[in-house]
């Protein structure tokens, strides 16, 4: 079934909300993504098609996006911040303890489909290095025992519900 067969209202509704058809390029693909967690070739060539657009164009902004993803990813995808300020404070180092803790590197799925991890461009907490990104939830000054942690929580759960919550800044040091 074709995205216009299934979604032919809502691609309706998201096409009235721009003048310009391209600008409604990124929230096509974001209904293309929500069945399946990922774009599909087909879809992608579908959204194409409805935006005027060429498959190439449509494919260039699918990759640009970390939020996007051309492949099934795990239920829980772990994105690992590897630009300069978190590469100096230990980005690989993180990306070790994944692959440690789940025997998986970047590009890479558990044979359960519960984890995939990804390393990926800033995303934009320069000041908390290292730090990741789960689904929709930021770990920020990560340590190996707060990844454990982290990994612990989510394989108990099966679900982004962490008993722990998402990572909370701690309280600053008070002076005198």
Known sequence: MTLSEKYGTEIAEILSRYPVKRSAL????????REGGYITEAAM???????????PQVYETATFYTMLNLKPVGTFHIQVCKSLMCALVGSDTV???????????????????????????????????????????YYERLTEEKVDRILADL??????ALKTGPFMWPEPARNG
Do not use: H, R
């Not at 990124?26 to 993504?33: D, F, R, S, V």
């Not at 060539?45 to 498959?55: D, H, M, N, R, S």
């Not at 990306?95 to 991890?117: M, N, Q, S, V």
């Open 155 to 160: 394989k108990s759960t099966g679900s982004c």
């Open 45 to 55: 060539i579908e959204i194409a098609g409805i935006l005027k657009l060429t498959p």
């Open 95 to 137: 990306i070790g303890w994944i692959k440690a803790k789940l025997g998986i590197g970047p590009g890479e799925t558990t044979a359960d489909g519960l984890f995939t991890l990804t390393a990926v461009e800033c995303l934009a907490a320069c000041g908390t290095g290292p730090m990741m990104q789960i689904n929709d939830d």
């Open 26 to 33: 990124i929230p096509l693909l974001y209904l293309a993504q």
